[in-house]
């Protein structure tokens, strides 16, 4: 397992994919933070708080996160790789796990160069350090859970599929439904328990309560059981092939 999750990491980094990556979510979040004027400028909002960070990252990482999980598994079955996998001395968990942990450390390589922006800001405040430290450290857990359940579903989106546009879209359309899907559909004339119990459904309740620098457990049993779910349904896809 790990001699895969070491082939996958530097696949990532011998290949122009993870840099393109790592510099494309870099490069958004600096435009909106700092050089696009509006309320996510930080100059422009006047108060020492990277939120803009953590609203923006997930949209973004709708769509990279897929665009690296997109050939987890579609371009081994395309290329006929993934029957020499199969002959390794893998199960098939091993063989999710090692790919799943593998993009899941490409996008928190991506999330370390972020706290440039929180220094930065830290040092502007008026005083020094008049910022939310609490609350940054759970938006900061909060987002590497999100990517966690993002990464889950591009990997279960991938062995869909031989065709990595189909994944992509796939993946996307997923990610975007688990995050803000639920929460529209219980603003359709439904209301009481059951739109709460639809809108804790999905990503965003979940995400904005660990934003507010609170560790809920049942934020955390939510995401892990989230990703449970969809490495679940990848193993049944792979394992589909036996029946």
């Not at 979510?25 to 020492?48: H, R």
Request: charged share 10%; with cysteine; glycine share 6%.
């Amino acid at each position: 397992m790990f001699a895969l999750l070491k082939k996958e990491i530097s696949s990532f980094l011998s290949s122009v994919i993870g840099y393109i990556v790592i510099i494309v979510f870099l490069l958004t979040l600096s435009l909106f933070m700092w050089v696009f004027p509006g309320q996510f400028n930080v100059f422009d909002n006047g108060y020492s708080s990277i939120d803009t960070l953590f609203i923006i990252a997930p949209w973004v990482f709708m769509f990279l996160i897929p665009a690296v999980t997109m050939r987890m598994f579609a371009d081994e079955k395309k290329t006929g790789t993934i029957e020499l996998l199969y002959t390794r001395p893998l199960t098939e968990m091993q063989i999710i796990l090692a790919k799943y942990f593998a993009s899941l450390l490409l996008v928190f390589i991506a999330l370390v160069p972020t706290l440039i922006y929180f220094i930065t800001v830290y040092i502007l405040g008026n005083p020094a350090g008049n910022i939310d430290i609490a609350g940054t450290v759970g938006s900061y857990i909060g987002l590497f859970f999100l990517s966690s359940a993002y990464v889950a579903i591009g990997l279960f989106a991938s062995s869909l599929t031989e065709n990595q546009i189909v994944a992509f879209i796939i993946a996307l359309f997923l990610c975007f439904f688990c995050y803000i899907g639920f929460e529209s559909l219980s603003a359709l004339n439904i209301k009481g328990v059951l739109a709460n119990f639809i809108t804790l459904l999905g990503i965003n309740a979940h995400y904005v309560s660990m934003s507010r620098g609170v560790i809920d457990t049942r934020d955390v049993i939510y995401f892990i059981s989230l990703v449970a779910v969809f490495i679940l349904f990848t193993k049944t896809v792979l394992e589909s092939r036996k029946w």
